[in-house]
């Protein structure tokens, strides 16, 4: 049963397999930039504040990401749209270093938007030659 997913995975196209790690890779960051900025580099009161919790639902799609779903893909491509609004409207707001923490949070959020859409692109490009090459093995 797993072995379908993982010979599924290594034969992805290389480009879909950095797009998932890129993807990984910005939300594990927008994750540890929001805990880091609202606790440590940067908290609205000193000491951290409950600010923090926004980084909580950054965590649930972490596992569908982790287990390749297509649908996780889609709803973070349009759930990180938030962070990023969050992310402008503290640029333009608040004072160093929080602002440019704010823009961090705003460059994560494009990287994970562009690898998500790219992903779900690539993927559906893949499975349709796939399916072309298997309806046709003449070709």
Known sequence: MNTSKNTEQNSAPASV?????????SLLGLIVLGLAWELWLA??????SWLALKVLPLCIPLA???????????????MVWLYFTEGV?????DKAPSNY???AEVALCMVLFTACALHVRLRLNSAIKESTNHANPAR
């Open 101 to 103: 923490l704010a823009m």
């Open 89 to 93: 409207v503290r640029a333009y707001s």
């Open 17 to 25: 397999r950095i797009t998932r790690v890129l993807a990984v890779g």
């Open 64 to 78: 569908g990401l982790l287990k390749n779903r297509m649908y996780t893909y889609r709803w973070v491509s349009l």
């Open 43 to 48: 908290p609205i009161r000193p000491g951290g």
